[in-house]
């Protein structure tokens, strides 16, 4: 089988991670990975765990300056996911390709994977397969896939049949307009469109094994343990894989603790993933920007200024290379600064001002060090609730 994951060059730790996972348990698997970046310097393609790396230039997206320019740096990571599965099948001669978000670890073997894709064109995972009881989980857990997507699109199976690569084509179709996150009008980057899947195509199977793609999502209806070779198992059956989603922001080790309660096994499991990321240079590498956060004079992109950009058909016909600033002033940069509403700027401003303010708050120890309190405090607020 082939693999592949969508990357910035700042989760190059966790892709090595991935892939590296992915070949110690499938030895005979193809990884390759898709850069949404330039290449950090230092790097020798050779050495690393990749057989192949894609970057934007080879996906064929028309008009991509413009393109690009409309997407946030996670937006176009997800953006990506189409047109790489449609490259891949066009350029390789894999009859089965996976994708895994970088943040993912495998922790078996995936034969039983590949036994279902020779039967089946498309293999989704749903966040939940088993519905939560306590109303904290419903919300935690069900409202939030209401919310983002029925299926997780952190991992995706697709086989080479008529029915595959008619859905693969669909979904580029629809990343390649509307891969953005905006829950108000429907949308959640790639994930939200595959809820209609489904209705729109056969030979889907929806794979309900608990050992597949573990998470603190489901974790409510998980029970994951150690056997005697201490590998993770659940009900008798060795894990899959593991997500970690959230793991940067902390919201993975905050709902682990609070659905994992005192099961040592996922705590040691998230400890062996820090130190496997510190080793592949997480400190240093984690830190480095995407080039695709900025102008070309190294002035940030801001939210407005994209969305702006994407709702206009006018800007896009003037500007087909938004990021590009140019001294004549002929260029969008400018233009948003000259005519842009004071109303939007302010807007701008400000928000920015409260995402500084919570990055400080989360990030103080202050807030790590009183976590436990917190934790404390809300499951006593819920008992006293349950009870009235």
């Known amino acids: 089988m082939h693999f592949f994951t969508s990357i910035t ?9 991935l892939a590296k996972s992915v070949k110690k348990h499938n030895p005979d698997a193809i990884f390759h990975l898709v850069l949404s970046d330039n290449m950090p310097e230092g790097i020798v393609i050779n050495e690393e765990p990749f057989d192949s790396v894609l970057f934007i230039d080879d996906l064929d997206i028309p008009n991509q300056d413009s393109w690009i320019f409309k997407h946030s740096v996670v937006e176009l990571c997800t953006a990506v996911k189409g047109p790489a599965f449609v490259k891949l099948f066009k350029t390789t001669n894999a009859d089965k390709i996976v994708y895994f978000d970088p943040d993912i670890a495998v922790l078996n073997n995936l034969e039983e994977l590949e036994k279902i894709l020779d039967k089946n064109s498309i293999v989704l995972t749903p966040h939940q397969i088993v519905p939560d009881t306590t109303k904290e989980a ?3 857990n069900e409202i939030c896939s209401l919310k983002h997507g029925t299926y997780n699109l952190g991992f995706l199976g697709i086989s080479r049949s008529e029915e595959g690569l008619r859905f693969v084509q669909w979904w580029r179709d629809r990343l390649l307009e509307f891969c953005y996150d905006d829950i108000p009008n429907g949308l959640f980057t790639d994930q939200k469109w595959v809820d209609l899947a489904p209705a729109f195509f056969d030979d889907i199977f929806i794979l309900r094994d608990k050992t597949y793609n573990v ?27 593991f997500h970690f989603s959230g793991f940067d922001s902390g919201a993975q080790e905050i709902m682990l603790k609070k659905y994992a309660g005192s099961n040592s096994a996922l705590f040691k499991l998230r400890n062996w ?3 496997e990321l510190d080793r592949e240079g997480q400190g240093v590498l984690g830190k480095l920007p995407s080039i695709y956060s900025f102008y070309s004079n190294g002035e940030l992109i801001t939210p407005a200024q994209r969305k702006l950009y994407r709702l206009r ?10 990021a590009r600033v140019i001294e004549d002033k002929l260029c969008y940069y400018y233009w948003f600064r000259e005519n842009a ?29 009183t976590f436990p309190l917190r934790v404390l405090s809300e499951f006593y607020r819920n008992q006293f609730i349950n009870k009235k």
């Open 138 to 140: 419903i919300i935690d």
């Open 9 to 17: 060059a700042n989760y190059l730790p966790k892709a090595r991670v």
């Open 341 to 369: 509403s004071e109303e939007i700027l302010e807007k701008e401003r400000e928000l920015m001002f409260k995402e500084q303010e919570l990055d400080k708050i989360l990030n103080s120890r202050s807030w790590k060090i």
């Open 313 to 322: 058909q006018d800007l896009m016909k003037a500007f087909p290379f938004p």
């Open 273 to 275: 993933y820090t130190q």
């Open 215 to 241: 998470a603190t999502w489901n974790l409510t209806h998980r029970n994951v343990n150690t056997d005697d070779n201490g590998k993770l198992i659940i009900e008798g059956f060795p894990v899959k894989f």
